[in-house]
């Protein structure tokens, strides 16, 4: 048995201004930096061992992962399939828009040129099964975005859909997760 840590990266300009950042690039604020950098600071005071840092592509995640990494000695690697979905028309709305709540809960819809959830889910899930595959060797910690959480949680536990839409973890708020290692049999 294996553990996973995920984090999701510290406050942007949209997230105080209530935005959907999605898969717009977009910085931290200053909060923000200081918020990785506790974090980074927490995970040496908790005595979390974790073997690599595994990021997104976007600024705001790997400026998250950078922090932590300087602050904790623990290696750094990106990874595309933890970039943030695709929330196509609504990128930049407001979060609680009436519209983006209904269409967030429809699972195929794209957005107009976006991800749907299902999309996103696949890409998710294979990133986890290849890490499932190796859990027994290293710890991972995933940084990346609120999207990329409910992909996560819904992978090691039920929800409904109404639980996935809602779902969402503060900016530097970590989260642990305990694989059970693939069986294989051969026949």
């Not at 990785?36 to 979390?48: K, M, P, S, T, Y």
Request: proline share 2%; charged share 30%; with cysteine.
């Amino acid at each position: 048995m294996g553990y996973l840590y995920f984090a999701r990266h510290g406050q942007t300009v949209w997230n105080v201004e209530n935005k959907i950042c999605g898969a717009t690039d977009i910085e931290l604020t200053e909060l923000g930096h200081q918020q990785a950098e506790e974090l980074g600071q927490a995970i040496l005071e908790q005595g979390i061992q974790i073997d690599e840092i595994l990021y997104s592509p976007l600024i705001r995640a790997k400026e998250t992962a950078r922090h932590v990494s300087e602050v904790t000695g623990i290696p750094m690697r990106e990874e595309m399939r933890l970039k943030e979905q695709n929330f196509g028309k609504y990128e930049g709305t407001p979060r609680n828009g009436e519209e983006f709540q209904r269409a967030k809960a429809n699972f195929i819809n794209s957005y107009e040129g976006g991800e749907t959830m299902l999309k996103l889910c696949h890409r998710i899930y294979d990133l986890l099964d290849d890490i499932k595959k190796e859990s027994d060797q290293k710890t991972y910690l995933l940084v990346a975005h609120n999207g990329i959480s409910r992909a996560i949680q819904s992978y090691f536990g039920d929800m409904t859909n109404d639980e996935f839409a809602r779902f969402g973890i503060r900016n530097c708020e970590i989260r642990k997760f305990e694989i059970r290692l693939l069986q294989s049999h051969w026949l």
